[in-house]
């Protein structure tokens, strides 16, 4: 299942939109839950159905705005996946010059997928929320919030990934959608397979 986490800024207009934003998560969460309550009870009850609890851990993905892939050669913990590959990778261990001496030594307490989710989370946790399956998820689903491509004042401290557009005499910028779904791949490097915009449910 996916981890939801929401950071609330110091700021009133912050908090407030935290408070709108973790609202509509909670309910979300609610919805599912019960959903997934009805699922495991169809299968108790009736015999002639499969019975598989892990159907409830594999959440619908339509709700997304973009879903990031990852390489699964590069997830540490593909293992404890809820579908786990039926392919097992070698990963996290020394070049052969340490395994002449005694085998190979894997590479401990460093998962890439933490950490660059929170990078994600970092750069454009004003913009969107990014959910990922903490054990063995190949995927980072994002989120859009709510107005966050609405025009902003211009800042010359807020201008990256944004475009400015000017009115009269005033200016204003707007996320650059490009320019974030690159940067998604180019901070992921070698873990980011491919970036999936899903943009016929965009509505700004």
């Known amino acids: 299942s996916f981890i939801l986490e929401a950071q609330i800024r110091k700021s009133g207009q912050r ?26 009870e169809r299968q108790l009850m009736d015999g002639k159905q499969l019975q598989d609890v ?70 454009f946790g004003d913009l969107a929320l990014f959910f990922c399956d903490p054990y063995g998820g190949t995927l980072i689903a994002v989120l859009w919030k709510p107005k966050a491509f609405a025009p902003t004042p211009f800042k ?5 990934a944004r475009t400015v557009k000017v009115t009269g005499n005033e200016a204003k910028t707007l996320p650059n959608v490009e320019a974030i779904l690159e940067d998604f791949r180019l901070l992921g490097k070698d873990l980011v397979k491919s970036v999936e915009a899903k943009m016929d449910k965009w509505s700004f």
Do not use: W
Request: proline share 8%.
């Open 54 to 123: 892990r159907v409830v851990m594999r959440p619908p993905l339509d709700a997304y705005d973009v879903l990031i892939h990852l390489n699964p050669k590069q997830v540490p913990l593909l293992s404890q996946a809820v579908d786990p590959p039926s392919v097992n990778f070698s990963r996290g261990v020394t070049a052969q010059s340490a395994a002449q001496s005694g085998g190979s030594l894997p590479v401990i307490d460093y998962n890439p997928v933490f950490l660059y989710l929170s990078e994600l989370r970092e750069a």
């Open 15 to 40: 908090k407030a939109f935290s408070r709108l934003v973790l609202f509509q998560m909670l309910q979300r969460v609610m919805t599912v839950a019960a959903e997934s309550l009805k699922v495991l």
């Open 156 to 160: 010359t401290s807020q201008v990256s």
